[in-house]
Structures are given as C-alpha cells and as structure tokens.
DNA sequence: GTCTATAACTCGATAGAC
DNA sequence: GTCTATCGAGTTATAGAC
C-alpha cells in the first residue's frame, strides 16, 4: 500500500470511529489518540469537525466506487449482485455489532438535521445506480430501479434487525433468500414492479 | 386525558426528543426547555440521563403495547398486519425525516454500546411477537416468526430508505408491494420458508 | 415535605494562541 | 506541539415556594 498522507490517515481512522461509535459521539481526541498526532495539529489540516466528517464521506464515496469496479470483474450481473448481498456475510461481526455503515449514517446525519446529509445518501445512490444496470443487464430495463431499490431496502432492514437483536442467524437466511429470490427472477424479460 | 404527572410529561417529551434528534444529541436544556421546568429540577424525578432513557423505553413499550391491543380490535389477522404495514403512511412525514423511532434507537444504542439497548429491542421483541401470532391465527404456524421477522425488517428498510433519499413515493410503493405479498400468502397452509 | 429554581461544580468538548 | 480559553454538557448543592 502507499504510504499514507497525514489527512489520509485522519480521515481512514475518522471513518472507523464514526461508523463504529457515531459521528456526535466521536471526539476530536479520540481521533488523534487513533492517528497518534495532537489535537493542535488537526487544525492544520481540516478547520472543523464537519471538515472531518465531509473527508471521511468522500473517502467512503472513492471506496464504495472501488467496491463496485472490483466487483464488475465478473461478467455474470447475478453474480456481480450476489457479491452486494455477501457483504452482509462479509461484514456480519462489524454489522451485527454497529449496523451499516451507509445507513447508520444517514440516520443519523438525519436527526441532527447535518448538511452532509445529501452527500452521505449519494453514497447509497452509487449502490442504487450499480445495481439498477445489474439488473438491467438482466434485462430487467424498465423495473430496474425498482428492483435496486428494493434490495438496497432489504438489506438495510436486515441489517437493522442482525444489530437490534444480535442474530446472525436472521442475517444468513436472509441472504440466502435474496440469492433464491435473485434465481428466481425472469430473465430476459421486462417485467412489472413486483411484491418481491 | 388524564392530568399527567412531572415524570410522566418529561418521559413524554424526552421520547419526541430523542426520537427527533437522537439520545445523545438531546440535552437536559432541551428537554427542559420543552417540559417547562428548569434543569436541576429533573434530579428530584430522575437520578441520571440514563434513568430518563429507561423511562422513555418503558413507555415506548406500553405505548406499543397500546398500539397493538388497538388492532386486536379488527376481527381478520391480515387486516391486522396491514394495520402494522400502514403505520408507515400514517407517520410517513415523521418516518421521513427521522426514521423509524425504534429502529434508530436501537442503532444508537447499539454504537454507544449502552446497556438500555437490550432493553430497546424488547420494543422489536413486542412487534416480532405481535405479528407472529397474528401469521400463525393466517394458519401459518410453522414459519410464523420467520415471516414476523421478514415484515418487521422489510419495513425497517423502508424506513432507512425513505428518510435517506426524503422518497415518499418509494415508501408507498413498497406499502403497496407488502399488502400484494400479504395477500398473496397461501392461507390456512403450514409452508416453508419462502424468499418472499 | 414535596416540588421547584438558581447557581455552582466538574468534566470534556471545540477552538485558538503561542 | 503545548498550553490555555471558552463553551456546554451532566450533575450536585442549597435554598425558596406551595
């Protein structure tokens, strides 16, 4: 890996603890304790919290875009949209304890009424946007949206649920059934919105 | 209604505070700006933060269970479940712009890795429940949990959403899609697991 | 005696000066 | 990079009002 510049570094151990803890509930110490610099030097490089969490949001926006791109490695869409629903695998410790981080997010940045708001849900929309053309690679084109959206949503609700109540087990057969309800899809075919 | 005591009207505003802006994010001063009261007074009505927070989730919990004897009132389980699904349109502003009041505690708690979160999912608990025994009196008693569980995250999705990307639209289509699905539901059968 | 208000204390936060 | 300022949080102390 290169090495890290000084905001780079803030900005990755700014990203963990924001996810991990919350954005209101992180402190400045807590990131220089994180980075190993001082408080006095943070000024030096971003003017404000609010700073912070913008840096942090485009570092999430840059890896969700090499998430994807990584992704388009395989030539099969089904396969490419199986890879989106095996994060919550992936991810099941991180996720079970602290949620989504994308969701947990804009949840948040909600309540506290944040102008970051907007950006932080352009993140969920480069997952939206990638899967609608999985899915209109499918040939799924008109619905294609729809179907995006719909198991952007589900996944969300999973992970809500996996955290609230610490069950792993909820999490798996979920996925298993979005990867039954992904095989059972028409192919080829324009088809209307479904009921899932 | 009933004269409500000090206690009870400081429960009743820290649960649209902490409901609109978050736990943390809400001090004494807001509350008691909204009570009417001065701040030192909460001690002699609660010891702690926390204590005010554990009168909130008692009461989130008798408000729930209020709620859900009210829909007993309809004779037919699915219309029931619908009673539950359109709760979503009926706070759809709300929903929007703060998201789901139980699903968001229980994400906050979570984080701050606070011991009232136990005591949080109890709310989920009481809906899971609820909704269970009404998909087992559908005649589904095999996988009645299952689809407790698959409705309660569904609409928790819906809610991460719809206040993520401020779509009202999305919301009531997915209303809409979980009525189909319910109505589509084989009724008076013991079935599998199905990937809805 | 119960409820309430005022004020002060402690701690940790952001912020800024040197 | 340290050190200090300032603010606001939760909390506590004390004394007045019903």
Known sequence: M??????ELIAEKADTLFYERGFEATS??????????SRGNFYHHFKSKDDILDAVITRRLATTRAMLAGWEEDADPAQRIISFVRILIVNRSKIMAYGCPVGTLNTELSKLDHSAQNRASDIFALFRDWLASQFAALGHRQDAQDLAMQLLARSQGVAVMASAFGDEGFLRAE????????????????TKRQGH
Chains 1, 2 share one sequence.
Do not use: C, H, R, Y
Not at 28 to 37: H, L, Q
Not at 182 to 190: E, F, G, R, V
């Open 28 to 37: 400045f110490a807590d990131i220089a304790k994180a980075v190993g610099i």
């Open 2 to 7: 290169a090495k890290q510049t000084t905001p």
């Open 175 to 190: 996925v298993a059934a979005m990867e039954s309800w992904l095989a059972a899809l028409p192919k080829n075919l324009t």
